[in-house]
């Protein structure tokens, strides 16, 4: 088994995130163009979201696993919070990690689970 990021699973993984990267990004970006009044805050935590997704798939394609784990656990972090505060009244203000990531099929509630399994999983193999 390979314990990189370049082929295999290690691959489609960084192909999610960098999916969900450009994803989050593109639809904060053109929320905020274009109806930031309506929820500024929750189109910005979208923003972050993708930012988060970016530097993730950043770290995880280049193998800077300590980063990886550190935006993991802020991508975890911050949908377990958002989600547990966040109500399913405020689909028309939900950011990506609104409701636990409903509006994604919940894959911003399994991907950083996947990734920390990922991980604990390379560093096993060193």
Do not use: N
């Amino acid at each position: 088994m390979s314990s990189s990021t370049r082929t295999g699973l290690g691959r489609v993984l960084v192909f999610v995130y960098g999916l969900f990267a450009l994803a989050a990004t593109a639809r904060a970006l053109v929320q905020l163009a274009t109806q930031a009044s309506k929820a500024p805050v929750a189109y910005s935590l979208s923003l972050f979201s993708g930012v988060v997704y970016i530097l993730a798939t950043w770290a995880l394609a280049t193998e800077h696993r300590r980063f990886a784990l550190a935006t993991i656990c802020v991508e975890l972090s911050g949908v377990l919070v958002i989600g547990t505060l966040s109500h399913p009244s405020d689909i028309d203000r939900a950011s990506v990690w609104s409701d636990y990531g409903s509006g994604y099929g919940f894959v911003p509630l399994v991907l950083p689970l996947v990734g920390l399994w990922w991980l604990r999983r390379l560093a096993r193999q060193r």
